[in-house]
Nanobody, 125 residues
Protein backbone atom coordinates (compact mmCIF):
# COMPACT_ATOMS: atom_id res chain seq x y z
CA UNK A 1 0.00 0.00 0.00
CA UNK A 2 1.81 3.05 -1.17
CA UNK A 3 2.06 6.18 -3.22
CA UNK A 4 5.11 6.58 -5.36
CA UNK A 5 6.14 9.94 -6.76
CA UNK A 6 8.55 10.16 -9.64
CA UNK A 7 9.63 12.45 -12.45
CA UNK A 8 11.86 14.85 -10.58
CA UNK A 9 15.23 15.96 -11.83
CA UNK A 10 17.49 18.86 -12.67
CA UNK A 11 16.14 21.54 -14.99
CA UNK A 12 17.16 25.07 -15.93
CA UNK A 13 15.04 28.03 -14.95
CA UNK A 14 12.22 28.46 -17.40
CA UNK A 15 12.05 24.77 -18.13
CA UNK A 16 9.39 22.18 -17.45
CA UNK A 17 8.98 18.92 -15.59
CA UNK A 18 6.08 16.56 -15.13
CA UNK A 19 5.73 14.71 -11.87
CA UNK A 20 3.62 11.61 -11.52
CA UNK A 21 2.20 9.82 -8.52
CA UNK A 22 1.25 6.18 -8.82
CA UNK A 23 -0.91 4.51 -6.21
CA UNK A 24 -0.67 0.81 -5.51
CA UNK A 25 -2.72 -1.17 -3.07
CA UNK A 26 -5.08 1.75 -2.55
CA UNK A 27 -7.49 3.76 -4.64
CA UNK A 28 -7.46 7.48 -5.27
CA UNK A 29 -10.92 7.70 -6.84
CA UNK A 30 -12.86 9.09 -3.90
CA UNK A 31 -10.09 11.14 -2.36
CA UNK A 32 -8.41 14.45 -2.87
CA UNK A 33 -4.92 14.11 -4.28
CA UNK A 34 -2.41 16.81 -3.53
CA UNK A 35 1.15 17.83 -4.03
CA UNK A 36 3.29 19.39 -1.34
CA UNK A 37 6.91 20.42 -1.41
CA UNK A 38 9.66 21.00 1.08
CA UNK A 39 12.68 23.11 0.31
CA UNK A 40 15.90 22.80 2.33
CA UNK A 41 15.51 24.46 5.69
CA UNK A 42 11.84 25.21 5.15
CA UNK A 43 8.57 23.67 6.22
CA UNK A 44 6.51 21.52 3.92
CA UNK A 45 4.07 23.64 1.93
CA UNK A 46 0.99 23.01 -0.14
CA UNK A 47 1.38 23.21 -3.91
CA UNK A 48 -1.78 21.94 -5.59
CA UNK A 49 -4.73 19.60 -5.18
CA UNK A 50 -7.26 17.88 -7.38
CA UNK A 51 -10.64 16.84 -6.06
CA UNK A 52 -12.35 13.54 -6.74
CA UNK A 53 -13.41 13.91 -10.35
CA UNK A 54 -10.57 16.24 -11.29
CA UNK A 55 -12.82 19.12 -12.25
CA UNK A 56 -12.00 21.10 -9.13
CA UNK A 57 -8.45 22.13 -8.34
CA UNK A 58 -6.61 24.34 -5.89
CA UNK A 59 -3.20 25.96 -6.21
CA UNK A 60 -0.80 27.85 -4.02
CA UNK A 61 -0.46 31.44 -5.17
CA UNK A 62 3.21 30.87 -5.90
CA UNK A 63 2.47 28.31 -8.63
CA UNK A 64 -0.79 29.56 -10.13
CA UNK A 65 -0.55 29.89 -13.88
CA UNK A 66 2.60 27.79 -14.03
CA UNK A 67 1.61 24.42 -12.56
CA UNK A 68 -1.27 22.16 -13.54
CA UNK A 69 -2.49 19.31 -11.37
CA UNK A 70 -4.44 16.44 -12.86
CA UNK A 71 -5.52 12.91 -12.17
CA UNK A 72 -6.55 9.74 -13.94
CA UNK A 73 -8.73 7.68 -11.65
CA UNK A 74 -8.80 4.81 -14.13
CA UNK A 75 -5.02 4.52 -13.87
CA UNK A 76 -4.90 5.42 -10.19
CA UNK A 77 -2.44 8.20 -10.87
CA UNK A 78 -2.05 11.92 -10.28
CA UNK A 79 0.27 14.32 -12.04
CA UNK A 80 1.77 17.76 -11.67
CA UNK A 81 2.86 19.57 -14.82
CA UNK A 82 5.33 22.27 -13.89
CA UNK A 83 6.17 24.98 -16.41
CA UNK A 84 8.22 28.16 -16.22
CA UNK A 85 10.16 26.71 -13.34
CA UNK A 86 12.09 29.02 -11.05
CA UNK A 87 15.00 28.36 -8.68
CA UNK A 88 12.54 28.94 -5.81
CA UNK A 89 10.68 25.82 -6.97
CA UNK A 90 13.62 23.68 -5.91
CA UNK A 91 12.34 21.21 -3.34
CA UNK A 92 11.37 17.64 -2.66
CA UNK A 93 7.87 17.15 -3.99
CA UNK A 94 5.46 14.79 -2.28
CA UNK A 95 2.12 13.47 -3.41
CA UNK A 96 -0.53 12.74 -0.84
CA UNK A 97 -4.01 11.26 -0.56
CA UNK A 98 -6.58 12.82 1.71
CA UNK A 99 -8.40 11.08 4.47
CA UNK A 100 -12.06 10.33 3.95
CA UNK A 101 -14.81 12.51 5.32
CA UNK A 102 -15.09 16.24 5.80
CA UNK A 103 -12.19 18.27 4.40
CA UNK A 104 -11.99 21.70 6.07
CA UNK A 105 -8.85 22.95 4.35
CA UNK A 106 -7.35 21.27 1.32
CA UNK A 107 -4.01 23.01 1.88
CA UNK A 108 -3.54 21.58 5.35
CA UNK A 109 -1.14 18.63 5.47
CA UNK A 110 -3.13 17.26 8.38
CA UNK A 111 -5.97 16.08 6.16
CA UNK A 112 -3.71 13.73 4.22
CA UNK A 113 -2.96 10.32 5.62
CA UNK A 114 -1.16 8.68 2.72
CA UNK A 115 2.13 10.12 1.48
CA UNK A 116 4.58 9.24 -1.23
CA UNK A 117 8.30 9.13 -0.62
CA UNK A 118 9.06 12.37 -2.50
CA UNK A 119 10.93 13.24 -5.65
CA UNK A 120 13.61 15.92 -5.86
CA UNK A 121 13.21 18.84 -8.24
CA UNK A 122 16.21 21.09 -8.70
CA UNK A 123 15.93 24.25 -10.77
CA UNK A 124 19.19 25.92 -11.70
CA UNK A 125 19.47 29.61 -12.44
Amino acid sequence: VQLQAFGGGLVQAGGSLRLSCAASGLTISNYIMAWFRQAPGKEREFVAATWWSGTRTNYADSVKGRFTVSRDNTKNTASLQMNSLKPDDTAIYYCARSRSGYIPNVASSGIYDKWGQGTLVTVSS
